[in-house]
């Protein structure tokens, strides 16, 4: 049987055995701590101390990520979804960073039988790291099986109708929250993880990162009264490395010296609900604000939704279909998949 490399494509749709829901994976326990940041920071330049630091805020918080409990809801719901489609297709987790890894979902594929396996990505922007690392690894689970297994990702999703009106409902309801007063004067932050200026620089991740705030800027704010741009949160590695900036902490400081009074900040960049959402967003971010005073809320990630998990079984449905229809927003077009062999290029480590 042929196998499908996850970096090349396929000119007939196929229809898949299973299904391969890939995250990015998260901490359990004290114990999974360092191994999970050993795993996310392999082969990277970052500081002991910046890792202890990191290892630090887990571990006030009882060494656990929502991630994988969000993941494994995301997966039962897709499980849902598809029993409502009338659509017998198991679904599998493998995550990048923590047990069950990637490899060893594929592993367990195999040992089913089940050799041709649709990946759905958790993230839906094009980056090294958001991207190709995991089709990477994917390779490497199909390689450890000796090819047995064939692995087709899903297309990038960014601008799907089940990312951006979810998320526009989300930041809606968010600033319901904020006080009567504040509501039409609010400024939209919309954050996303800052990548090393040199990888942003080859892919296309920042165009996609505005393109998704646009989309939901517009159908929060249909009349344009409330102000909105892009920040970013989360970088690492070496000081010396430029990174996307401005940092969310360092845009709020200077509203607040603008005279804003009230942030409401989108999550575009997290669709499933993680450890950095809550600290760099509701710790940091929220007690920045809260310092000058300022009204805050933070909108909800949209994976509890069910239009979320309808919206991976469409994408399902479309990569197996001989004449699919891909529902998309936006001026960007339908992102291909899978991606081409010179897109989001390994970056250099300093």
């Known amino acids: 049987m042929s196998t499908l490399n996850p970096l090349e494509c396929d000119s007939k749709p196929k229809k898949p055995q299973a299904i391969l829901l890939v995250g990015f994976g998260g901490p359990e326990g004290p114990e999974d701590v360092w191994p999970f940041l050993e795993s996310v920071t392999a082969g990277r330049n970052i500081p002991?101390?910046?890792?202890?630091?990191?290892?630090d805020r887990y571990l006030s918080r009882g060494g656990i990520s929502p991630v994988n409990g969000r993941m494994r809801s995301v997966l039962d719901a897709v499980q849902k979804t598809l029993k409502q489609e009338q659509l017998d297709i198991p679904v599998f987790l493998g995550n990048r960073n923590s047990t069950p890894f990637i490899e060893e979902t594929i592993e367990e594929l195999d040992r089913q039988g089940l050799t041709e396996v649709a990946a759905w990505i958790a993230?839906?922007?094009?980056?090294?790291?958001?991207?190709?690392?995991?089709?990477?690894?994917?390779?490497?689970?199909?390689?450890?099986?000796?090819?047995?297994?064939?692995?087709?990702?899903?297309?990038p999703h960014f601008d799907h109708p089940g990312c951006i009106d979810t998320a526009a409902d989300r930041l809606t309801e968010a600033l319901l929250d904020l006080p009567k007063d504040k509501q039409e004067e609010t400024h939209?932050?919309?954050s996303a993880h800052s990548l090393p200026l040199s990888a942003a620089e080859s892919c296309s991740y920042v165009e996609e990162i505005h393109e998704a705030a646009r989309l939901i800027a517009e159908r929060v704010d249909p009349n344009n009264k409330l102000s909105w741009e892009v920040v970013w949160q989360s970088?690492?590695?070496?000081?010396q490395v430029p990174w996307l900036i401005p940092d969310v902490c360092d845009r709020i400081d200077e509203l607040a010296s603008e005279g804003i009074s009230s942030i409401a900040i989108s999550p575009v960049g997290f669709i499933v609900h993680n450890f950095e959402i809550e600290w760099d967003l509701d710790v940091e971010a929220a007690e920045c604000a809260a310092g000058h005073g300022m009204a805050f809320v933070r909108a909800e990630t949209v994976d509890s939704d069910p239009r979320f998990a309808e919206m991976i079984v469409d994408l399902i449905k479309e990569s197996s279909s001989e004449d699919p229809t891909p529902l998309s927003l936006g001026n960007l077009g339908i992102a291909p998949a899978p991606c081409p062999g010179d897109c989001c290029p390994s970056p250099s480590r300093s």
């Open 123 to 155: 993230s839906p922007y094009r980056s090294y790291s958001s991207c190709r690392q995991y089709l990477e690894q994917i390779e490497a689970g199909v390689e450890r099986v000796d090819r047995r297994v064939s692995v087709t990702r899903l297309r």
């Open 235 to 239: 970088r690492s590695g070496p000081p």
């Open 48 to 55: 002991t101390d910046r890792l202890t630091e990191v290892a």
């Open 188 to 190: 939209l932050l919309f």
